[in-house]
Every structure is written in structure tokens, then in C-alpha cells.
């Protein structure tokens, strides 16, 4: 049960906008106090009452025993009152820097397997390169080992595009922050 209950759950604000990722868990606790509505194949709002009483599909959801049946895990939930979207921010991590650079090298442009590429300062830390979007970009071994502590002018390799914080929107974070995607979030995450 505690597995089902870590199923994602795309949140909506008021205005139908994706919003984020929660958990099975806290998606129960949001329409049982009645903070947000949970939402069918359909698009249909459903309270926690209503929600209830709709039966767990075989194939197609997950469902959570309880006294007297089954509950159904809401994929979608609509809140009531929340208006806001978030404001995106983009944590520097290995993987954000790996989706940025399409996992290419951004000096010889290959692509080698993942374990293959490493993260490059183009600055060396040695010189005063901080860790930031601006000065890290993605590189296989053969570079990173060519270019070694020299800036890539010296080394004499251009890089294919200049390093930048990403602009990702909600959509593309909460998408880049889950490993389950279901049917049910398309409407929602291609519209925004």
C-alpha cells in the first residue's frame, strides 16, 4: 500500500494550469478536506464523496483498499482557491545540466553512453570558475581530458553553443521530474 500511496498526482491551480507533482498520499488528504477535486478520464470534478464511490478499474488505475472497497487514485487533481503559478527554477544538478546539453558534448558534438560524458568548467575551477549555469557544459572524456585546466580558447576548441540557465517551463519540470507519465495529464500538459 505505501507504494501506491507515492504514485505522482499532477496538481492544477484553479485555472486548469499544471502546478506540480504530489503524491498519492497528499492528493487524499487535499480532496478529503476539500481543497481540490479530483478529475476522471473526462475531465469531470468529483468531491471526495462522489470520488469514492467510482470503482477501481482493473487495468488502468491504481486503487488503495479501505473499509468497505477500494479507492481509486486520482491522476489529476483541480484545486479550489490556488490561483498562482509557480515560478520555475531550474536546480543546477548533473541531470539539468545533461538534459540542456541533449547528454551531447559541447565540443565535439558525439554522444557518447551517459557514463561516458563528464561535466567540464569552461573557466577551470583552478582559474576561479564558479559553478554556474554560465561555465559548466557537458563533455565527453576525450575533451574534458584535451582541454584539461586551460580555458577552450587556449586549448584551441570552440564550444557548439554558449552555456545558459535553461528557461524550462512548468510543464517541461514537472516532466523532467517524473518518471511516470500517464494519459490522463496530456490535456492539461500540452495545453500550457
Known amino acids: 500500500m505505501s507504494d ?18 504530489t503524491t498519492a498520499r497528499r492528493a487524499f488528504v487535499l480532496l478529503y478536506a476539500g481543497a481540490a477535486h479530483a478529475l476522471d478520464d473526462l475531465g469531470e470534478a468529483y468531491d471526495f464523496d462522489r470520488w469514492r464511490g467510482l470503482p477501481v478499474r482493473d487495468e488502468l488505475d491504481d486503487g488503495i483498499t479501505i473499509i468497505g472497497g477500494s479507492l481509486r487514485v486520482p491522476r489529476v487533481l483541480h484545486l479550489s482557491r490556488y490561483d498562482r503559478r509557480p515560478r520555475v527554477s531550474v536546480r543546477l544538478t548533473r541531470r539539468n545540466l545533461m538534459y540542456r546539453d541533449a547528454h551531447q ?3 565535439c558534438e558525439s554522444r557518447p553512453p551517459q557514463r561516458d560524458l563528464n561535466i567540464d568548467h569552461v573557466v577551470p575551477r583552478s582559474r576561479g570558475g564558479p559553478d554556474s549555469w554560465e561555465n559548466l557544459v557537458v563533455s565527453c572524456r576525450n575533451c574534458n581530458l584535451r582541454k584539461g585546466w586551460r580555458t577552450p580558447e587556449e586549448a584551441n576548441m570552440r564550444l557548439v553553443r554558449r552555456p545558459m540557465r535553461p528557461r524550462w517551463s512548468t510543464t517541461a519540470q514537472i516532466l523532467l521530474g517524473s518518471q511516470t507519465r500517464f494519459p490522463e495529464w496530456e490535456p492539461f500538459l500540452k495545453a500550457s
Do not use: F
Open 105 to 107: 558534448c559541447q565540443y
Open 4 to 21: 501506491v500511496l507515492t504514485v505522482p498526482v499532477l496538481v492544477l491551480n484553479r485555472l486548469y494550469q499544471p502546478v506540480q507533482l
